[in-house]
C-alpha cells in the first residue's frame, strides 16, 4: 500500500515487501531462530493528538512522521516525531498563516502531498469572521523545497463554476481536497455539490499540483440510509492504492452525530472522472464502537510504518456519542489488515487509552522533551542555576543535558503553547507581561496568562522563531552575544539567527 503523495520510495517499499513475502514463503521451515516480521514499533496509545485532532493527516518521512490536521482559525500547525508515540507531545509549530481577506478564516482539513520534487499543501479555508460554512474553497500551497514543514508559499485556489453550494450561495464551495494518482495523470478530489445535488465526493483533473485542468463532476452521493444520519453527507475521500487496485475510502453522514463513519468505493472502471466507473461497498467499513467509547470515527488518511511492511490509517474520533464537530476530536491511529479478497480491513477503532506496539521498523527513542538551541550560538535556553524561584532568569548556556535545559512544549489548544521547564516546572514568562522591546523572559509559576504562551513558527533549516502571544515579540539572544549567560530577552522580529531557535528532541 501507498497513499496518493506518490512519493518516490512507495513503489521501492512494496518491491521490498513482495521480495520479503516471497522469501517467507520459501523458507517458513527455516525460520525457527529468526523472526517471521520486522520488530514492533515503540509503544503508543491513542490518541496521538488531544487537542484540535480533527481531519488528521499524517506522512512519514525522512525518519519522521508528520501530522498536520484542522485548525478553526487562521493558521496551520503541524508536529514532527521520529516515532508515532511521540507526536502527542511534539511541538505544534505553525508553518502557515494567512492575513489575506477571503481566505483567513476556519481553515479545515489540511493534507500534504510529495509532486513534482516538492511538497503541496491543500486545506479549505472562508472568508474570516463569515457564518460557518459557505465560503469554504479549496486553496493549495507550496513548499519551497523538500521539508514538509516547509516554508510554504500561496500558489492557487482551486475551484469551478460547476460548483455551488446552494441557490442562494456563490459558486466554488468545496472541502477536504485530496489527490489521485492514475495512469500517470494527477486529480484532485473533494467534497461539494454541484447542479444542487447534495453534498457528494467531487473530482476534476489537475493539469499540474495547483491547476485544474477540466471541471468537477460527482463520483459518489449519499444514498444509502448509513450515509444519511443526521444528513445527507460524502465527504474526506482518500485514495488507497494495493496491488493494480484503486481504493477511495469517504466519510459519511453528518459529522456532529455518532453515526460518522467511512464508506469505500473501488474504481472499477478506466475513466476516474466517470461515476460509472466506481464501485460503492454497500455496508461501512470503519464505525463507531460504543462498547470502547468511541464514536464518530471518520476522516482519515493512510501511512506506511518505517520498514515499509505495516499499513496504517490515522483518523479522528469522540470519546462521546455527543461530541459534535469541533475540538472535542482527537487523532487516533491504528494498523490494519488485507482481506482474502484483496480489500482493506480496517477493523474497529481501539478505546482510548489503549497502548498498542507502533508501527514496524521504528528505531529511535521517543522524546519527551526538547532542548531549545539558539542558531547563532549553538548554545540552549537555560534556567540559570536550575533554580526554581519565580522571577530566574533565562539566558543562554552551553548545552550540557541538564534538566534545567530541558523544555516541554505544551499545546494550548490555541495555536499556542506553552515551555515548562523540566526541572523547575515553572514557564517562560515575559517579565510583567511588557511588550517593550528588551523586556525580559524569566520564569514564573503558571498564571494561564498569554503572557506565558507562544507560538513557535517556522522559519526554514529547521528553526522556528518564538513569538510571544501577549505582545507579538521573539525571543532573542541581547547583542547577538555567544558567551555563557548572555541574557535571554524579547524584541521585535529582526528575522536574524539569534532570533532563532531549533527544538532537538530528548527525554525528560
Not at 34 to 42: E, H, I, L, V
Not at 158 to 167: F, K, R, V
Request: hydrophobic share 30%; aromatic share 10%.
Amino acid at each position: 500500500m501507498h497513499h496518493t503523495l506518490n512519493r518516490q520510495r512507495s513503489s521501492r517499499r512494496w518491491s521490498i515487501l513482495g521480495a520479503a513475502l516471497l522469501s517467507l514463503t520459501a523458507s517458513l521451515s527455516l525460520v525457527a531462530t529468526q523472526p517471521a516480521t520486522a520488530a514492533d514499533g515503540k509503544p503508543y496509545t491513542n490518541p496521538v493528538k488531544s487537542q484540535k485532532g480533527a481531519d488528521p493527516w499524517l506522512e512519514y518521512y525522512d525518519g519522521n512522521y508528520y501530522l498536520v490536521t484542522t485548525s478553526f482559525t487562521n493558521k496551520l500547525t503541524m508536529r514532527k516525531s521520529p516515532t508515532l508515540a511521540g507526536l502527542s507531545t511534539a511541538p505544534s509549530v505553525e508553518i502557515w498563516s494567512d492575513t489575506t481577506a477571503g481566505r483567513n478564516g476556519n481553515i479545515w482539513a489540511p493534507e500534504i502531498h510529495f509532486l513534482d520534487g516538492k511538497w503541496y499543501l491543500y486545506y479549505s479555508a472562508a472568508q474570516s469572521g463569515a457564518a460557518c460554512c459557505d465560503t469554504q474553497r479549496t486553496h493549495v500551497l507550496e513548499s519551497a523545497g523538500t521539508d514538509p514543514m516547509g516554508t510554504y508559499t500561496y500558489k492557487n485556489i482551486l475551484t469551478d463554476a460547476s460548483l455551488t453550494p446552494g441557490p442562494a450561495a456563490a459558486q466554488g464551495w468545496l472541502i477536504d481536497a485530496s489527490v489521485l494518482k492514475h495512469d500517470n495523470n494527477l486529480y484532485l478530489l473533494g467534497s461539494g455539490k454541484i447542479n444542487g445535488s447534495t453534498q457528494s465526493l467531487v473530482i476534476a483533473p489537475l493539469s499540474n499540483p495547483y491547476t485544474l485542468g477540466g471541471p468537477f463532476t460527482i463520483i459518489s452521493s449519499p444514498t444509502l440510509s448509513w450515509e444519511t444520519q443526521g444528513g445527507p453527507v460524502n465527504e474526506g475521500p482518500e485514495p488507497l492504492y494495493r496491488n493494480g487496485r484503486t481504493f477511495l475510502t469517504y466519510s459519511a453522514s453528518a459529522c456532529g452525530t455518532a453515526d460518522y463513519k467511512l464508506g469505500q468505493l473501488e474504481l472499477t472502471g478506466s475513466d476516474p472522472l466517470s461515476l460509472a466507473s466506481w464501485t460503492k461497498k454497500q455496508t461501512p467499513v470503519f464505525q463507531r464502537n460504543d462498547a470502547a467509547g468511541v464514536y464518530a470515527p471518520g476522516h482519515n488518511g493512510f501511512f506506511t510504518s518505517p520498514d515499509g511492511t505495516e499499513n496504517w490509517i490515522v483518523y479522528h474520533a469522540n470519546s462521546s456519542a455527543n461530541g459534535g464537530c469541533g475540538n472535542a476530536r482527537t487523532t487516533r491511529a491504528q494498523k490494519f489488515t488485507w482481506n482474502a479478497d484483496g480489500t482493506p480491513n480496517f477493523g474497529t477503532p481501539v478505546a482510548r487509552g489503549t497502548t498498542l506496539a507502533g508501527p514496524s521498523g521504528e528505531t529511535a527513542t521517543t522524546p519527551t522533551a526538547y532542548t531549545i538551541v539558539n542558531r547563532n550560538s549553538g548554545k540552549c535556553l537555560d534556567v540559570n542555576g536550575g533554580n526554581t524561584a519565580d522571577g530566574t532568569n533565562i539566558l543562554q548556556w552551553t548545552c550540557n543535558g541538564g534538566a534545567n535545559q530541558k523544555w516541554r512544549v505544551e499545546d494550548m489548544a490555541d495555536d499556542t503553547s506553552r515551555l515548562v521547564n523540566v526541572a523547575t516546572g515553572k514557564v517562560v514568562d515575559t517579565a510583567d507581561c511588557s511588550t517593550a522591546d528588551g523586556a525580559d523572559i524569566r520564569q514564573w509559576s503558571w498564571l494561564n496568562s498569554n503572557c506565558q504562551k507562544s507560538r513557535l513558527v517556522y522559519t526554514g533549516g529547521d528553526y522556528v522563531r518564538i513569538v510571544n502571544a501577549a505582545t507579538g515579540k521573539v525571543a532573542d539572544v541581547a547583542n547577538c552575544g555567544t558567551a555563557n549567560g548572555a541574557d535571554v530577552r524579547q524584541w521585535t522580529w529582526l528575522n536574524n539567527n539569534c532570533q532563532q531557535w531549533r527544538l532537538v528532541p530528548t527525554t525528560a
